[in-house]
């Protein structure tokens, strides 16, 4: 079974950046997909970006498109997110999750199986 760990989450002032990472153990990604959900305080978790770890192609929500990067470091075992130009709307806690979805649920929380703990995300002056 997969374990997933978060790591790289803190404090950033507006305009910052940030990148988190996201470490497998147990296993590797194999043929599944890896995403960045996050939640702040009184709101649903939403749908931050992913990949497929074998066979390429990402996602974004449409609030971090230009903003955020996802990507995979193979030799570590690892899916990054580099988060640029930073704004208070992004403070959360960032999760990241490992599944098969299909293409057409790659955004939806209920496709990933395996979770991590999450990471405290806060932009504030």
């Known amino acids: 079974q997969i374990q997933l760990a978060e790591s790289g989450g803190g404090l950033v002032q507006p305009g910052g950046s940030l990148t988190l990472s996201c470490a497998a153990s147990?296993?590797?990604?194999?043929?599944?997909?890896v995403a960045w959900f996050r939640q702040a305080p009184g709101k649903e978790r939403e749908f931050v970006a992913s990949?497929?770890?074998?066979?390429?192609?990402?996602w974004y929500a449409d609030s971090v498109k230009g903003r955020y990067t996802i990507s995979k470091d193979r030799a570590a075992n690892r899916v990054l997110l580099q988060m640029n130009s930073l704004q208070v709307d992004d403070t959360a806690v960032y999760y990241c999750?490992?599944?098969?979805?299909?293409?057409?649920?790659?955004?939806?929380?209920?496709?990933?199986?395996?979770w991590g703990q999450g990471t405290q995300v806060t932009v504030s002056s």
């Open positions: 990949l497929r770890w074998s066979m390429g192609g990402t």
């Open positions: 999750a490992t599944g098969r979805p299909i293409a057409s649920t790659m955004a939806t929380s209920r496709a990933y199986s395996s």
């Open positions: 147990g296993r590797t990604f194999g043929d599944f997909a």
